[in-house]
């Protein structure tokens, strides 16, 4: 039993560092990709940010799919994964308000110690929606 359960702690753990590169990627995607739209293409900048998300968001969700979970796509998890960044924009709302309005932290420093919070929870929001139907491909 202990050995499952080291080994359990070994799989999620590494799910996690690879959720939290596709992550990274995700957001240089997204940042790329507005200034794409916005400087050179120069389209306005709410919608080139409304683009890029939505751009960058489909490219996580198959980043996440296939490298973080391994498990195959369906239009059911494709159509449910926008609801982790209704999560992850929530919380990291929330959290941001009670660093800056109730422990007085300045906002330049609020929205980084809110993503110590969000990736966690994002993570697993993101593993139930991919996790629930999604038929594993790693061994």
Known sequence: MK??????RKVYHNQFIRFAVVGGLNTGTFYLLYLLFHQLF???????????????????????????????PSWKTFIQF?????????????????FVEWVNLSPLIAPILAVLFTVPITFL???????????????
């Open 3 to 8: 050995e499952s359960n080291s080994l359990w």
């Open 42 to 72: 120069m389209l306005q900048y709410l919608v080139s940010h409304i683009a890029a998300f939505l751009l960058s968001m489909i490219g996580s969700y198959f980043l996440n799919v296939f490298f973080t979970f391994g498990v195959k």
């Open 82 to 98: 926008p609801l982790t960044q209704v999560v992850n924009f929530t919380v990291s709302t929330v959290f941001v308000f009670i």
């Open 125 to 139: 929001v993101t593993a139930k929606i991919l996790r629930r139907d999604g038929v594993s491909h790693e061994s």
